[in-house]
């Protein structure tokens, strides 16, 4: 199924560059800065449990393609809010087989194509004929050993792995990890939305519990904000060298003490307003800027995806079921008031992703080709694909250069994808490359050193890896 | 003039394959599901008057480039409001053959230069030196039978062609077609704008037209829709499969009954404001979305065009004279409400169009590759190009698929491109599909299944014919 | 270091026809018809001090990279506001070369490797190992009468040049240009910014010497007026053939005389709001479309860029320092009252340009591609690029033909750049043009037509030079 010259230009020349420059980095360690994987995998280390249970319900890309489709989420077996899910496990497979043809022109279906042919030795195209004959011997590897998480994650060759955690998680599985003395090295990153965003479900409770593990009081703005520093020190012993931020806008704030601690109470009150709700996570944003200048942790900021568009669907399938959809974002205006106190400040090293193309060349290379704390984010959901690399390749190199990017991330809660996605980063950096090169734009030993610093050095340095 | 590898890629693998897709669906009939030919033309077959009236004065592309370099309306004998229209149709033509050179790296030349050859046989570029062998010898051939609308349509190999008709429309011409026993099929597709739009030209008599066709009270909201009700029966007892609705913004609304009738009222006294105005066309679009739950009409929505840009123009010669000119658009929270409640009924088929190239990446791909209602239409109007075709497809195609598109509408006034339009389309659907087999993105045999199924298959799947 | 075939395609057949039409259009004189260089040089043609101010103080593009990577403006001898500078030229050259590196990918880097081979000889990547070797040749070469301002000019085959210039400049260096008998042609460009900005630093002592320059009554909104008029015939008479506007917005306005008047009034005090300062600007778009209606100056626009995005930098090194970051901009909505008065008019030449690339589809090359007076001025600043100007191509040509587009400006400061910048701009459209050719899209002899229309024809044309 995979052909060795899948993603490199169909051109001679260009390719025949890109072969070579892939050539130099293929076997390269795999960095993987910015994931979903859990933790717990690696802390028990035990069977996936099925098929199903691997490549298709974790997989928001697979299920919204199907949904799109008329496929129900019930028939593929999607835990329901209420905790019903009845589908067997060999009919969603069925299901999935039989709408395989869907993925045609998409990534999913190059990550997958990888992951059957390179993990499991399938190579005849999954089909409605051999769904069977997939599931049985996918099943029966998934019992052996050399499907268990660790092993999987060395015969991957992963250096280096980054799990996101919550800014309340207690980081069990983390500890269990390294108590067990296995050495891979797997790491939490700080997410605290849930502290931050006031809309976030049991959005007090958390701050309740940000007290309690932290043992400040968060009763007051100062309180709260020394309790987030203490869990970001609790994360950095732990291994974390980032944090990451999930809002709808990447609009920031910097207001007086003052201001800041009364936006504070009414948000503590959990019936703020909407400007309120918004204000606060915009003040927070230059907060954790701030900590990120004291205490080293890179800050990587996700904005513009409009969550749970689909209210029927959230009712009953609660977050993260592919009904999140982009919308236009807005980086010149927003990241000023941040921008204006810590920008200059090489101490800080903020990655903006976007799922905003428009802003590629118009407010994001602009801006990271200015600021010595900002770096651009590699191509993010949507976007993480061969045409959607390009473009950002093509739209933000030429202002932003090479060396204010920061590599590739998985960015993926399918532990298989990962070395299928890398794969595929690795091939169109070499393509983009081979072009340049094969349009004389760069010198082919130029090309080479570049393609290892944005597969391994530039995601090093910009994570602290 | 016409290379056979035209609008092939340069590069050869790739274009080897183009060619080969391309033969085995060139001679495919021509499904056009949306446009806007003149059903009069078919009902009565008569003559084109002359080579201007045919290709020059019905056609917007062609007489804004001339108007943007200095030609007047007047001297193309464009129709004026008040009826004047005083040049002399050779004199048209040659000022036409005279700025041929102005429409190079257009669609328009393509259009036309395949209109040239394929029907006339003039394989020698339109320029001042033979304008008037030109008009000659197209002049005579409109003379000949086989030039008449029903012999065109059938050289042409055209299966089925949807016209655009207001919903007050009585379809007599489609009434005549029928009964003159012509084997031809024109559908008549239901355009409700002109009693939706309250800034729409004698709204108000065309609402009180609506309620004396369909017998309803359209005094009250309730007798109002059930009038809407009544004519899309009507269209769909001569043959329609599908309504469209071109709006300046995407904004749908789900207002109580209450508020729906209220709003209603202050509409209908011909006097509402902007903002109800607006709101009622966003309500409408809900409504009509579940009228088609009701009667499984095919909806279209076609907005975002700045009607009538110029003033001056519009007064002297009125609508559709190539001053619309596109603005942004926004999808995801314009479209939630009406989404909310009909999004995920497989019933409706819901077909989106837009001329803001920046939506298809951040909002109609990751929207259409989750709603199990949505369709994308594919590039439209000013991006209905080679190259707009090609960025639809790379842009839209990772995130949605290619079965999550609806394949090709010419939406076209000027009847003698529609060969060459979707000619045009098909050569470069087979560019895009080469391009994926020669990068190894995508196996042979699946893009001969593409190819077809972006010609036929699923033009007809969603316009249910 | 410089490939023969840089900048073309990589695929044969199209560069082939790219190499053809190159070698067409290659020596062809340069004309400038919108830059930043300083009339001064030309007028005492005196020798560039050193490599460093020549290549690297001056190029925002430069120093903007270097600062992005953490290296300070004060290390690289910026001057400061307060007239500090220290940096010796050789530490900054070395500082330079050491950090070459960054540049790969960039267009700064073509544009220097040209002027390094072309015009020094030097065909040796820099690098940290050679920049002694660089600085002093160079050094010694700028000590030579060649590489005295006139004599590059003549040997860089400029036909004429246009530098830009504030409206209440004397042109005492325009004036000692033409005295000193020199044949060069530099034209001022009349830029009335700074007396239209009510926030630009000075405005009301430069509304005074507008007054006291022109002999009007500057006290008065029609005294104002004229003596804007005056100062236009002015430049005119020193052979100004356009005017240049940089706004934050496109948002034009066409209010009444007496409102015009009194938000004059309101302007002159120093104190207005932020709205009338905006409508003020707004309004005088539109009177200085009057006025090119009367005089004949080609009108240019340049929206969308905010500037001083970064205030500390601001605060110490003042404008123009790599800290303007582009915005989406509206011209649809915000161009409307100006062209509702003038768009159709073809006295008026009005060339649009933008940083939002999002608006060449959906905006500019529709209104570009209708009203007689508008033309698209060629991509700008972050999009004077190699992969900018073909998206420009791609983008814009298929709605508004070339012949709306109105070839290359360099809009630089940096001297020895200006054959490179046209170089690689020829290059790319014969690439463009090439793979028309290639894809059968346009034919050869109207592609050769098309090249030397847009090196010079088009220029000319729309700037009436």
Redesign the interface.
């Given at each position: 199924m995979?052909?060795e010259?899948?993603?490199?230009?169909?051109?001679g020349?260009?390719r025949a560059v890109a072969v070579k420059l892939y050539e130099a980095i293929r076997n390269l360690p795999i960095i993987s800065p910015h994931g979903h994987c859990d933790p717990r995998w690696f802390a028990e280390n035990g069977a996936f449990p099925n098929p199903t249970a691997l490549f298709i319900q974790p997989d928001h890309y697979i299920f919204?393609?199907l949904?799109?489709?008329?496929v129900s989420m019930e028939s593929l077996g999607i835990p329901q809010v209420d905790g019903k899910q009845s589908a067997d496990p060999r009919e969603v497979w069925r299901i999935f087989a039989k709408h395989y043809?869907?993925?045609?022109?998409?990534?999913t279906r190059?990550w997958i194509d990888y992951a059957f042919e390179k993990q499991f030795g399938l190579k005849k195209?999954l089909g409605p004929d051999n769904a069977d004959e997939y599931y049985d011997l996918i099943a029966k590897r998934l019992e052996t050993p050399e499907f268990r998480p660790r092993a999987l994650f060395e015969s991957f060759n992963i250096e280096v792995l980054s799990t996101t955690d919550t800014a309340i998680d207690t980081l069990d599985y983390h500890k269990a990890m390294r108590a067990s003395g296995w050495k891979g090295r797997v790491l939490p990153t700080f997410r605290p939305d849930s502290v931050i965003d006031a809309e976030y479900v049991g959005f007090v409770e958390n701050i309740e519990k940000l007290g309690a593990l932290s043992g400040e009081n968060v009763g007051t703005y100062k309180g709260y904000l020394n309790a987030l520093r203490n869990r970001r020190a609790f994360f950095k012993s732990m291994g974390a060298t980032a944090t990451d931020h999930g809002h709808l806008t990447a609009q920031t704030a910097d207001l007086s003490e003052q201001e800041a601690s009364a936006l504070y109470g009414r948000i503590l009150t959990g019936r703020a307003c909407s400007q309120d709700i918004e204000l606060f996570q915009a003040q927070m944003l230059t907060e954790m800027a701030g900590m990120s200048v004291e205490d080293g942790l890179t800050m990587q900021l996700h904005p513009g995806s409009?969550r749970n568009?689909?209210?029927?669907?959230f009712e009953k399938f609660g977050r993260d079921k592919?009904?999140?959809?982009?919308?236009?974002t807005?980086y010149?205006?927003g990241l000023?008031p941040l921008?204006?106190k810590y920008?200059?400040d090489?101490r800080l090293t903020f990655i903006l992703f976007t799922?905003?193309?428009?802003t590629y060349?118009?407010?994001l290379?602009?801006?990271?080709?200015?600021?010595?704390s900002?770096r651009l984010g590699p191509p993010w959901w949507?976007?993480d694909?061969?045409?959607?690399m390009m473009r950002f390749r093509?739209?933000a190199?030429?202002?932003?250069?090479?060396?204010?990017t920061v590599g590739f991330n998985d960015d993926t809660r399918a532990f298989l994808s990962i070395p299928a996605r890398h794969d595929v980063a690795r091939r169109i950096d070499c393509a983009f490359l081979g072009?340049?090169v094969?349009?004389?734009?760069?010198?082919e030993d130029?090309a080479f050193?570049?393609a290892r610093q944005l597969t391994v050095d530039l995601v090093k340095k910009a994570y602290k890896l």
């Open positions: 995979l052909n010259n899948r993603l490199f230009p169909a051109e020349a260009a919204r393609m949904y799109s489709q008329g043809y869907l993925f045609r022109g998409t990534p190059l195209r409009v568009h689909n209210q029927k669907l592919g009904a999140d959809i982009p919308a236009p807005d010149v205006r000023r921008l204006n920008g200059n090489s799922l905003d193309e428009t060349s118009r407010e290379a602009p801006l990271a080709g200015h600021y010595p900002l949507f976007q694909s061969p045409e959607g093509e739209q190199t030429e202002t932003a250069g090479f060396y204010n072009r340049l094969a349009e004389h734009r760069l010198d130029e050193e570049v």
